[in-house]
């Protein structure tokens, strides 16, 4: 396993542990990469008429054990004590995966810099803390990573 593939995952591990020991639900790590693709439908993957400036975006993160559902926080301003202040929260069912990891699809997404957070509920009702923001610059098809912005 290479460094850069096991620090995120030593972290990952270790933040599972801490939550479980205090029975707060972990925080998910977030990919560093997204994948921006073109708007295409069809046996032959034609770019849809009148959506050929759009782009979809699709991030991941890491299965957390016992997960009921995920929410990922579009463009938000969270608060110290974790509440959404400012943006758009959106739902992801566990059983929305690629490759047997959650994934989060953003069709329609605004070109330029777009924010996220991720979060997850092991209990009903109950939501662990937001994950580190990632950002990523929506432009051409392809793999695009975290920026600091």
């Given at each position: 396993m290479t460094s850069s593939i096991l620090s995120p995952l030593l972290v990952f591990l270790l933040a599972l542990l801490s939550a479980i020991a205090n029975e707060i639900p972990p925080v998910p790590?977030?990919?560093q990469v997204a994948r921006v693709?073109?708007?295409r439908r069809g046996a032959?993957?034609?770019?849809v008429p009148g959506e050929e400036?759009?782009?979809k975006l699709l991030l991941q993160w890491h299965a957390i054990p016992g997960a009921l559902e995920y929410e990922v926080c579009h463009n938000c301003h969270i608060s110290d004590s974790g509440d959404v202040l400012?943006?758009?929260i959106n739902f992801v069912p566990t059983s929305k995966t690629k490759a047997g990891r959650p994934v989060f699809v953003f069709p329609n997404a605004p070109l330029g810099k777009n924010s996220f957070h991720v979060r997850?509920?092991?209990?009903?009702?109950?939501w662990g803390?937001?994950?580190e923001q990632r950002n990523f610059v929506v432009d051409e098809p392809g793999q695009v990573q975290h920026d600091e912005l």
């Open positions: 790590q977030v990919d693709k073109e708007h032959n993957g034609d770019l400036n759009l782009r400012e943006g758009n997850v509920s092991v209990e009903a009702g109950v803390p937001w994950s």
